[in-house]
């Protein structure tokens, strides 16, 4: 969720950069156009589709690959681009209908909604814009203090995620800035991992510093996503039961489809009450002479970091169709992370290429 929060903010940012490339524009000037200091600016986009999203893995998986000094078993490359693999998100190809908005679209965000035509206005925001950005500049304080700030009211969201395979990836073209996948879903390459899913969020902000940034980090959240966060209809596909050859209909043993952990529903909220809790700090970790940098996300705020409930409606093993197995509840879940001088409630993420 978290991520497609901030792949909604950085859009923001990017419109209204562009927008701002425009023409200069000195604070005076803005005061007298917006009548105050700074910018706002309200993103009204209701609907996005993306058709795929491709995630290109350009060395593959070694032959000689480890991790913490143990072979990986399953590298088929040499860590060159003729090993390359993809991680495609698609459509479901299923048909359209209320409840699939991934026929052919890999992604579908939209505002969030109660029903076909109504807006659900305890998670949407007042303005019912995707965004609204207030934008500001300042000198800051010492040597290279300044810094632009950007503080961002985020709409809650319903967000549908099509199918998600692996595959293998096309070469880069050096004409166009498409590239693909060689197949991505109807040749014998391709396998789905994750039959899609839906999330719901509600309304959040964040304030984004880029410059000195003296909060502390890039990106700060620090809010309650009303209504808590709600993962619908979650499918982990495991393809190593499908027979070689298999249509995957499922229609005889030679058939035989690819097991399937359906889950209805996943309900994140605070163990306090109906809302989620979102603390959390993005960084981006510069250079040094031991690492070449990474992104940090740093969850939590100490002491006051709630524990947190989290309800799995309907479990099903085998396949959608089978039986679920009855319901998981998880309550008062707490996470620690060591900052370096002892335990502390939240979490550290670190991402970086390999």
Same mark, same amino acid.
């Given at each position: ?39 706002? @600016?309200?993103? %009204? ?42 991680i495609?998100?698609? %459509?479901?190809g ?85 590239r693909?996948? #060689? ?24 304030n984004?510093?880029l ?12 809010? #309650? ?35 399937? @952990? ?9 163990a306090s ?19 070449n940098?990474?992104?940090? @996300?740093?969850?939590?705020? %100490? ?5 947190t ?6 479990v ?10 009855g ?5 008062g879940?707490?996470?620690y ?8 409630? %939240? ?8």
């Amino acid at each position: 969720m978290k991520m497609f929060t901030k792949l909604a903010l950085v859009s923001s940012m990017a419109i209204s950069a562009n927008a701002m490339a425009m023409q200069s524009m000195d604070d005076a000037a803005l005061s007298a156009a917006t009548g105050q200091d700074g910018i706002n @600016i309200g993103i %009204g986009i209701s609907k996005i589709e993306i058709e795929k999203v491709l995630i290109h893995d350009n060395d593959g998986l070694s032959t000689t690959a480890t991790l913490n000094g143990t072979a990986i078993v399953g590298g088929t490359g040499t860590a060159t681009t003729t090993s390359s693999g993809a991680i495609v998100i698609k %459509g479901n190809g299923l048909a359209p209908s209320a409840t699939n908005l991934n026929s052919t679209n890999g992604i579908v965000i939209t505002a969030p909604m109660l029903n076909a035509t109504d807006v659900d206005d305890t998670r949407a925001l007042a303005s019912h814009n995707l965004a609204d950005l207030s934008i500001d500049t300042d000198k800051g304080t010492g040597t290279n203090g300044a810094f632009l700030n950007v503080a961002a009211a985020v709409s809650g969201l319903d967000i549908y995620i099509g199918e998600i395979g692996v595959s293998e990836s096309n070469a880069p073209s050096t004409t166009a800035v498409r590239r693909g996948a #060689k197949d991505s879903g109807t040749g014998s390459n391709y396998n789905a991992i994750l039959s899609g899913l839906t999330l719901k969020t509600g309304r959040t902000s964040a304030n984004i510093q880029l410059g000195a940034a003296p909060q502390g980090a890039m990106i700060v959240l620090d809010t #309650k996503m009303i209504g808590g966060l709600e993962i619908k209809n979650l499918g982990i596909i495991d393809n190593s039961t499908k027979p070689t050859g298999s249509d995957g209909t499922g229609s005889s043993a030679a058939n035989r489809a690819a097991g399937v @952990i359906q889950l209805d529903s996943i309900k994140v909220a605070d163990a306090s009450g109906a809302d989620l809790t979102v603390n959390a700090k993005v960084s981006v970790v510069g250079k040094t002479d031991t690492s070449n940098g990474y992104l940090r @996300i740093i969850t939590g705020s %100490g002491a006051t970091t709630p524990a947190t409930d989290v309800y799995i409606k309907g479990v099903h093993l085998g396949s959608g169709a089978a039986k679920s197995i009855g319901d998981v509840e998880v309550q008062g879940m707490q996470t620690y992370y060591n900052d370096g001088t002892a335990n502390v409630k %939240g979490s550290m993420i670190t991402i970086s290429g390999h």
